[in-house]
């Protein structure tokens, strides 16, 4: 008996000591995380203003954002420029990186090379893209009539269409890196076995690509989508440098709407009421992502 007790004993303080040293980490997330995030809710739910606590309105906030056309605009915006930019990097991001597994001569300095717009400052790298695009001495534009696709000068942020076309640009490739090296890893692991069966199989490079390396790779490969989703869906300074939102609007992301109304325009409620319309959206990518790492362990 006295046995058991010192076990339930070394088991009890064993899970203490576990606690203490999760508690002081614990403690930081709520901080940082959780106070600011139940706050924006209670914030969302009033009218509060610019230095002024507003009074409880309850759903008046998420209501007017349905009826608003800007907000509409902005909901479109968000799903066009996510779905672009991750189509872009998934494909690219795969491409490099089959391409830089291969054994090429300088391959270190390549693949070291291909961090650089992943680990830049997001706002010197996108400062340099708002030079690149201006439409009168930008580099983009003198290299396109240079080789003759263009004879008249496109103007990249002054128009809807191209506008958007250009954050996202700018977003694929501040994200490839991140694409490139984590599917480098992925490709790292395979088994050069199946490679060898496959070529006495008869299987040519492609039929290599979609039997052996894309399956093999597949568990790395959502996960690193579904990161880069929400990395790119709540994405703020790439817009907010190249466009701030315009022209007409037809570049705003929530995070830039909301940061416009609550932060510029001074209406808090509704500002936190706009971010929190991507919360729904993100947890389920978190939720994802979460379960494909534990299938993977």
């Known amino acids: 008996m006295l046995f058991a007790l010192a076990s339930t004993f070394r088991s009890a303080q064993a899970r203490l000591s576990g606690y203490l040293f999760v508690g ?16 924006s ?23 007017k954002l349905l009826d608003s ?9 968000s799903l066009v ?4 930019s991750i189509a872009l990097k998934t494909v690219l991001g795969t491409a490099l990186a089959l391409l830089l597994n291969e054994k090429l001569r300088a391959r270190n300095f390549f693949r070291g090379a291909i961090l650089l717009p992943w680990i830049a400052p997001a706002s010197l790298s996108t400062l340099a893209w708002l030079w690149i695009f201006n439409p009168f001495y930008g ?15 496109i103007p990249w942020l002054s128009t809807s269409g191209w506008a958007l076309f250009s954050v996202i640009l700018v977003n694929t490739w501040r994200g490839t890196p991140f694409f490139v090296i984590s599917i480098l890893a992925g490709l790292s692991s395979v088994p050069q076995e199946l490679y060898e069966a496959a070529r006495v199989d008869g299987a040519n490079a492609w039929k290599r690509l979609l039997h052996v390396t894309l399956p093999m790779i597949q568990p790395i490969l959502l996960i690193v989508i579904l990161f880069s989703t929400i990395m790119t869906f709540s994405d703020f300074q790439i817009v907010y440098i190249l466009t701030n939102g315009g022209p007409a609007n037809s570049t ?24 929190l319309f991507m919360a729904p959206f993100l947890a389920l990518l978190i939720y994802l992502q979460l379960r494909l790492r534990g299938r993977e362990v």
Do not use: C
């Open 24 to 39: 002081p980490a614990f403690l930081w997330l709520v901080l940082i995380i959780g106070v600011p995030f139940f706050l």
């Open 69 to 77: 056309q800007i907000f509409r605009r902005t909901l479109q915006n």
């Open 139 to 153: 580099v983009a534009n003198q290299i396109l009539k240079g080789i003759g696709l263009i004879s008249a000068d």
């Open 81 to 84: 420029f996510t779905a672009g």
């Open 252 to 275: 705003h992301l929530f995070a830039t709407l909301s940061y416009q109304t609550g932060m510029i325009g001074g209406n808090i409620g509704e500002g936190a009421a706009i971010l």
């Open 41 to 63: 809710v209670y914030l969302s739910l009033t009218n509060s203003m610019a230095g002024k606590w507003g009074i409880f309105t309850g759903l008046d906030n998420y209501i």
